[in-house]
């Protein structure tokens, strides 16, 4: 069974303490992992008990031995990530816990603070000798990695020149949600939509990630990122490569990553509509002239045999109306043999939040009466699965320690990525203020009619 040494860089953030060391705790009580450490290292002076504490809140279903169990595999240490001298705490620390704790040297390094940092860790970890050890080690970035095509390559040409492309984990955690892995087997498990998955069959495509809350606490971070830097970058291109993407020779992780960065490469930006809420700029620290998109609709096409000419519609944005995260694939208007045609056309869509599963629609004949009527066939993941479906995170750590690298984004995709994000950006629009709660800007109108197309919101 496995067993390793998590070392956590960035151990006193929120991301550590609301999803990494509940994933941990998850994991030793699913018995899937049997012995670790649990190493996390920050700025901060703190006791390690008392940092263990601020994670409780969001640890479910507790266990007081396993609580018990997660205590006693904790340790923090404080040193400034930017200070080579300070890592030698680190060596003596993992030293002495895996030889208390007869650990077999294997070593996940999570670096969970922000792209800035990645460099000189990247640096310090390699020159200090902590990934050399007599298990494997791995290094996992997490999101955003870098804020533009330049620093992204400057991140990967580090990374290159100290590690392996095997030891390296590039985090984004949309693609361990458990319906997103499921876009996979959809397309590959069933003959059914296959063939049907081109330009001849498909109308459109929409990819939608929208949320009612606003930047909350994040303003600093979100004005200096956007919208299309922080969720279309990564999460919505991710969602459209594994939607477009051919069949991979197998379902491994280099095949699959393989045909992701070939959909990523040949992505063209048709049209493109931005926005921000009302009251954005009076939000805490957010500049009060900033004119960031907190709102992006966007066209693209994908210039290939199986794509050309189809839309693919991406639509996100803060304080909009509904909580929604989907797919949907919009099948095109059958001949019309019946009188009345119908009206609706079969669409498939793939719920990723808030409620998980799939749905497809179907024309039915209306009881009674000589017309069509839509129908759908539903499965209600959520419904079925809930109480069973591990976190993202859970899986993230899961995939690192099974050394499964199909869920993390390689270095040519994250750059191809950014090269479409750094195209749109350099380009100057008009960001287009919407109401608060709204379905966006009201130009979103015009944008639709434009397009002949109707949103799945
Ligand atoms: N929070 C989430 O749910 C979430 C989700 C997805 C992605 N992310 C990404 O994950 C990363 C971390 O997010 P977060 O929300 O956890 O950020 P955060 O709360 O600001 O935490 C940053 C961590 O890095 C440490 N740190 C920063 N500079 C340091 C230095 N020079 N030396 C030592 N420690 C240093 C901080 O330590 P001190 O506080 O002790 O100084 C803190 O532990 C970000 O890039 C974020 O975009 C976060």
């Not at 279903?61 to 904790?74: G, P, W």
């Not at 970058?233 to 393989?258: F, G, V, W, Y």
């Not at 990525?417 to 350099?426: G, N």
Request: aromatic letters at 8%.
């Amino acid at each position: 069974m496995n067993n390793c040494t998590f070392i956590i860089m960035g151990a006193t953030g929120d991301l550590a303490k609301r999803k990494l060391i509940p994933a941990i705790y998850n994991l030793i009580v699913k018995n899937k992992i049997n012995k670790c450490a649990i190493v996390g290292v920050a700025r901060s002076e703190q006791k390690s008990k008392a940092l263990l504490n601020l994670s409780k809140p969001f640890i479910k279903r507790k266990e007081k031995s396993v609580l018990n169990k997660l205590e006693k595999a904790f340790h923090y240490i404080s040193i400034d990530f930017n200070d080579f001298s300070e890592y030698k705490k680190i060596v003596h620390t993992l030293d002495e816990v895996e030889k208390k704790q007869g650990l077999s040297g294997n070593r996940l390094f999570y670096l969970a603070t922000l792209p800035e940092q990645f460099d000189s860790i990247t640096k310090h970890l390699s020159k200090s000798n902590l990934t050399k050890t007599k298990g494997w080690s791995r290094v996992v970035y997490e999101k955003p990695f870098g804020n533009d095509l330049k620093s992204a390559k400057k991140i990967n040409k580090c990374i290159q020149r100290v590690f392996k492309e095997d030891q390296v984990y590039r985090v984004d955690h949309y693609l361990s949600k458990e319906i997103v892995e499921n876009i996979v087997f959809i397309r590959f498990a069933n003959t059914v939509f296959e063939p049907l998955w081109n330009r001849k069959y498909v109308d459109n495509v929409q990819i939608v990630l929208s949320e009612k809350l606003g930047v909350e606490k994040r303003g600093n971070f979100y004005d200096k990122t956007g919208a299309l830097r922080d969720v279309v970058q990564n999460h919505l291109l991710q969602l459209l490569a594994l939607t477009a993407m051919e069949e991979p020779e197998r379902l491994s992780a280099d095949n699959i990553r393989d045909e992701k960065a070939r959909i990523l490469k040949k992505v063209k930006t048709k049209d493109v509509l931005l926005g921000q809420y009302e009251q954005y700029t009076k939000e805490s620290n957010v500049e009060k002239n900033s004119r960031t998109e907190t709102f992006a609709a966007l066209h693209l096409e994908i210039n290939n045999t199986r794509w050309k000419g189809v839309p693919f519609f991406l639509k996100t944005g803060k304080k909009l109306e509904k909580n929604q995260v989907s797919i949907l694939i919009q099948f095109k208007r059958p001949k019309c043999l019946l009188d009345p045609c119908p009206e609706a056309t079969n669409r498939l869509e793939i719920r990723i939040q808030p409620d998980l599963g799939f749905a497809i629609e179907l024309n039915a004949k209306s009881p009674g009466e000589s017309k069509t009527m839509p129908v759908k066939m539903n499965f209600c993941h959520s419904c079925l699965f809930a109480a069973n479906t591990p976190s993202a995170y859970e899986t993230v750590l899961q995939a690192v320690i099974n050394g499964d690298q199909s869920r993390f984004v390689r270095n040519d995709e994250i750059e191809y990525q950014w090269k479409a994000i750094d195209r749109i950006k350099s380009k100057k629009h008009n960001v287009h203020t919407y109401k608060q709660g709204s379905d966006g800007p009201k130009a979103l109108e015009k944008f639709t009619k434009q397009h002949n197309m109707r949103w799945n919101v």
